[in-house]
C-alpha cells in the first residue's frame, strides 16, 4: 500500500539531486574532461584526444617514479606506524603508571596541522640552523644532507608520517584492545601460556579486522600524502619526493593542463582501487577464519 | 525647547562642516571604497603594498585590503579568478614573466599615467620593455629586479688577503669581471673551519632557483651579435638552452653550489641573505634585498662591509646563428633582470577600475617608492631614476661607499649595453617547471650538466609546438623586445 504512494518521490528526489549535484556530476565532468586536451594557461579551445593523455602518462617516467614514491612512503609509514602503533596500544592496555598522560600526550601529534608538522619538521632538518644536525655536529659527525638527497629526503618525510600518525593508529587499536573478553586470558593463564603466545595466540587474531580496518584507512590516506612534502621538499631534489597528488597538483594547479590531470586523477583512483581490492582479497581468507 | 532645538541646529551644522572638511582632504574622493589587492606573503612585497596603501588611505579615504598568498600559491590563485571572470581582486601584484598569460584579463593603464615626470622617471628598461606587452601597458613596474654582485669590503681590503689571493691565483683581488674569477674568489675564501665560506645561491627547487642559473648562463648566452637568442632562437623558436652557453653556465652553478656552505642545495633566496647578513660567505649573487639586508645593522653583522658590483661577465659568447663562439675584445657583463621585478595591474572585471589605478599611481610615486625601496624588508629595489640618484635617501642605511657601490651596480646593470631580459612567455610555468626539475637533478649529480639541458630543451620544443610554434614565437619576440616576424 505505502509503496506506491507518491509521497516518496518527495523525500527520495531531493536526496538524488544533491548526491548527482555534489557527486556524480564533478566525477563525470573529470572523466569526459580526462579524454580532452585543454589548458586553461595558455588558453588552448578544448579538442578530443580520447585515450591520448592517459597514454601519454603511462609513457611518463615521472609519473611512474610518483607511483613508486608514494607507495614507498605508504607502504613504508604504515608499516611501521602499526607496528610503533600496536605497540604503544599494548602497553597504555596494560595499565601502567600514568597511562592517562601518556595516552594525551602521544595522541597531541594527530591533532596537529600536517602543514604545521612539516614546517616544525622542515625547521628540524634545516641544514645549518637544524637543531638535528647541531646536535649530531656534537658528536663530530659532518651534516647530513637530510633534505637535499633524494634518500635522506625520503626518509624524512616517512618520519613525520610515522610521527604524525601512529597516534591514530594507537587510539583505534586501544579501543579495540579494551573491547577483548578477559576470561580467555585467565583461561590462557590457567594453561600456563605466555605472554608471546597469549598475544600470537589470541590478541593478534582477536585484533585482526580492526587491525585490517586501521592499516587500509591509513594506506588509503597516505596514498593522498600532498602538504607534508610540499612543505618539506616541494618533491625535489629532482622529483625524488615527487608524490602523485603533488604531481597532479603541479599539473593542475601551475600549469592548468586539465584535461591531463583529469587522466592522471583517474588512473590514481584505478591504482588506489587495485591496492585496495588486492589488500582485501589477501586478508579475506584470514578474516572469515575469525567469523 | 527652544534652546534645545538651537543646539541641535548647531550640532548637525558643525558635524555637517567637520564632514565636509574631511571630504575636502580627500583628493580624489574614494570614501567608502575598498580596494583588495592580491600580494605574496609578506613582508616582501606585501608590506610595501601596506606602506603605499597607508599613504592613499591619507589621500584619498579610501581603503586597501592587502591579501597575502604564499609564493608557490600566488599564481594558481590569480589566474583561477581571472580566468573565473571573479571581481575577487581589484589589483594583482605579479611577476612580469606572467603577463602573457594574464593579458587577455587586464585592463590598459590610462593613457593619462603614461606620461608626464614621474612616468618618465621610471628606468627605461621598465617603461619601455617590461611592462610593455604588444605595443600597450597593463601594469606598473613597483619594483625593480635586476640580479647583481655583492661582497665583503672588508674581506676584500685586507692586506694580508689581497696578497695570499695574489700569490695563488696571478691577480689581484677585486670584485670578479668573470664567472672564472668568481668562482677563484668563493675557492680562495672557502674555510668551513672558520665557519666563513665561499659563496651563496639559490639552489633550491621552488626557492627562485632557476634565476640564479640564468644569472651564470646569461655572460654566455646573450649575445649582442644576434639579439634576443639567449632562450630561444627569435627566427625558429627553437630551445636554446641547451647549447655550449649554457652547458657552461650550468657548469659554473653546480661549481658554486660546492663553494657555499653546507647543504647550500637548500637555500632559497631567504637562506642566501641570511647567510650573507650573518657573515659566512665572502661573496654572493642576487636582487638588491642582499645588499640592503647585509647593510641593516639590526639584521646584519657586516653592517658598513657591504660591497656591490655589476654581475661578472664574459669575452666568449655562444651564437645561436652562427653556432659558435664569438669573441669579443674586452669582457663584456650581461647583468640579468631575473624575475624583473613585481608588477601591479588591474583586472578588467574589477568594480572600482579608476580607484584602482589611482592607488597604482600612489603606491610607485617617486617619494612612496623611494620610502620603501630603503626600507629592509620590503622587497622593493630601484626602478626609478630618481631611486639611485638619490645618495642622501641611501645614507639612511648606507655609509657613503656602500651607497656609491651599491646604486653604482644597480644603475649600471639596469642602463648596461647588453642587459639580458627574463623569459616572459605563455605558459611560463610549464617551461620553469622542468627546468627545476632537471636543475635538481644535475646539482645533485644524478645527470650531466649536458643530459640535464637537452632534457629540458627537448620538453621546451615539445611545449612549444603545443601551445602553437607561432603564437610563441610572436609572444617570445615581443619579450625579447624585437619587432613581429613578417
Known sequence: MMRNDPIKHVFIWPAVLVVLAISIFPLIYSFTTSFLSYRLIPPIPPRVVWFGNYATLLQEPRFWNAIVTTTLIAFIAVGLQYVIGFGVALALNARIPGERLFRVALLLPMLLAPVAVALVARMIFNPTMGPLNQFLSMFGLANLPFLTNGHWALACIIAVEIWQWTPFIILMMLAGLQTLPEDVYEA???????????????????????????????????????????????????????????????????????????????????????IGVTYLALLRPHLEKRR | ????????????????????????????????????????????????????????????????????????????????????????????????????????????????????????????????????????????????????????????????????????????????????????????????????WGTAEAFRRGGQQFWFFFSHAAAYTNNPNYPGAMFFDPETMDAQINNPGWVKGLEEYIRASKLGPPNALNFSFGEVNAAVAGGQVAESIGWGDTGVIAADPKQSKISGKVG????????????????????????????????????IGVPKVGKNQQAAWDFVKTLTSPEVSGQAAITGGTGVNPYRKSHTANLELWSKIFSPQEAKEYLGAQADSINGKNVALDMRLPGYFSYTEVVEIELGKALAGQTTPQAALDTVAKEWNRLTDEFGRAKQLAAYRAAMGLPPKN
Open chain 1, 188 to 274: 590462557a593463564e590457567l594453561e600456563n601460556a605466555s605472554a608471546w603466545q597469549q598475544f600470537w595466540g589470541i590478541t593478534f587474531p582477536m585484533m585482526l579486522p580492526i587491525s585490517a580496518a586501521v592499516v587500509f584507512i591509513r594506506l588509503i590516506e597516505s596514498y593522498k600524502i600532498m602538504d607534508t612534502v610540499f612543505v618539506m621538499t616541494g618533491g625535489g631534489p629532482g622529483v625524488d619526493t615527487e608524490t602523485l597528488t603533488l604531481f597532479a597538483y603541479q599539473e593542475g594547479f601551475k600549469k592548468f593542463n586539465l584535461g591531463y590531470t583529469s587522466a592522471l586523477s583517474f588512473l590514481f583512483l584505478i591504482a588506489i582501487t587495485i
Open chain 2, 308 to 343: 656591490s658590483a655589476v654581475l661578472p661577465g664574459s669575452d666568449e659568447i655562444w651564437n645561436a646563428k652562427t653556432k659558435k663562439w664569438d669573441k669579443f675584445p674586452a669582457v663584456l657583463p650581461a647583468p640579468f633582470m631575473a624575475f624583473g621585478g613585481w608588477q
Open chain 2, 1 to 196: 525647547m527652544l534652546r534645545r532645538t538651537f543646539l541641535m541646529l548647531t550640532t548637525s551644522l558643525a558635524m555637517a562642516c567637520a564632514a565636509g572638511q574631511a571630504n575636502a582632504a580627500c583628493s580624489p574622493d574614494y570614501s567608502g571604497v575598498t580596494l583588495t589587492v592580491a600580494s605574496q606573503t609578506g613582508p616582501y612585497i606585501a608590506s610595501a603594498l601596506k606602506l603605499g596603501a597607508d599613504e592613499w588611505t591619507k589621500k584619498t579615504c579610501g581603503k586597501v585590503n592587502v591579501v597575502e598568498f604564499p609564493w608557490s600559491e600566488l599564481y594558481p590563485k590569480i589566474v583561477t579568478s581571472l580566468t573565473a571572470s571573479d571581481a575577487t581582486f581589484d589589483l594583482v601584484s605579479f611577476a612580469p614573466a606572467w603577463l602573457p598569460d594574464f593579458v587577455p584579463y587586464l585592463s590598459e593603464m590610462p593613457k593619462a599615467m603614461q606620461s608626464g615626470k614621474d612616468w618618465d622617471d621610471v628606468e627605461p628598461a621598465y617603461r619601455e620593455r617590461l611592462m610593455v606587452w604588444e605595443g600597450k601597458i597593463y601594469s606598473q613596474s613597483m619594483d625593480g629586479d635586476v640580479h647583481t654582485y655583492t661582497y665583503r669590503m672588508d674581506l676584500f681590503s685586507d692586506p694580508k688577503e689581497k696578497d695570499a689571493f695574489k700569490a695563488k691565483y696571478g691577480y689581484d683581488l677585486a670584485p670578479p669581471k668573470t664567472w672564472k674569477q668568481y668562482l677563484d674568489i668563493a675557492e680562495f675564501f672557502q674555510r668551513p673551519d672558520k665557519g666563513l
